[in-house]
């Protein structure tokens, strides 16, 4: 699955200008995901990520790429969740 990334014309921020990272600086922010920048896995998990996910994909600890999840590499799946 794709990223649907987010952009100005459908941007949550309602166009407030100054604040904004997707609108102003172009960050590319998963709206499905909600992964953004280094914290976004290859392929597009089709769910928002947890916290937890997220930030081990910001670490580079986890990966998720043709429809499963890489911790370390090693493959873990449970229930669509991360676990470990
Ligand atoms: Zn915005
Ligand atoms: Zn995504």
Redesign the pocket.
Same mark, same amino acid.
């Given at each position: $699955?794709r990223?649907?990334y987010s952009t100005a014309e459908d941007c949550k921020c309602g166009g407030w200008t100054g604040r904004c990272a997707v609108c102003d600086f172009g960050l590319a922010i998963?709206n499905? +995901?909600k992964?953004a920048e280094a914290a $976004? *896995?290859a392929d +597009? *998990?089709g769910r928002p990520m947890t916290e937890e996910e997220r930030e081990l994909v910001a670490r580079g600890e986890l990966e998720f790429t043709m429809g499963v999840w890489f911790l370390d590499g090693h493959p873990v799946f449970k229930d669509g969740k991360v676990f470990r």
């Open positions: $699955m990223h649907k998963c499905t +995901c992964g $976004m *896995p +597009c *998990p």
